[in-house]
């Protein structure tokens, strides 16, 4: 199971911190992604991070602003978001993709996603 959690409201130029607690399998050799679907949009891809490595890969709208974390230890993911922008606005989820598929972008190539947390950002 993933479990999202720590979204809500926040204005434009400010933080926010999102997590994925990981529970029920090891997933020591997935790869975690973070996308987000914004109302009357598809889902996008906004960041992955391995666990193993812990190395990150970003979509562009993102880069410089967003950042990924790991702890092995808590089994947890975390997408530190800074300088929001009201384009950022959306239900972000928590997905993981099985070794086969490192570094994906790719929404179908993750197989276990969670519930999903809002982020909102006003302007």
């Known amino acids: 199971q993933l479990q999202a959690s720590g979204g809500g409201l926040v204005q434009a130029g400010g933080s926010l911190r999102v997590s994925c607690a990981v529970s029920?399998?090891?997933?020591?050799?997935?790869?975690m992604g973070w996308f987000r679907q914004a109302p009357g949009k598809e889902r996008e891809f906004v960041q992955g991070?391995?666990?193993?490595?812990?190395?990150?890969w970003s979509a562009d709208s993102v880069k410089g602003r967003f950042a990924s974390s790991r702890d092995n230890a808590k089994n947890t993911v975390y997408l530190q978001m800074n300088n929001l922008k009201p384009e950022d606005t959306a239900v972000y989820y928590c997905?993981?993709?099985?070794?086969?598929?490192?570094?994906?972008?790719?929404?179908?190539?993750?197989?276990?996603w969670g519930q999903g947390t809002q982020v909102t950002v006003s302007s």
């Open positions: 991070i391995s666990w193993s490595e812990g190395l990150r």
């Open positions: 029920g399998r090891t997933v020591s050799r997935y790869f």
């Open positions: 997905a993981a993709a099985p070794p086969e598929h490192p570094y994906s972008d790719a929404a179908n190539e993750y197989v276990y």
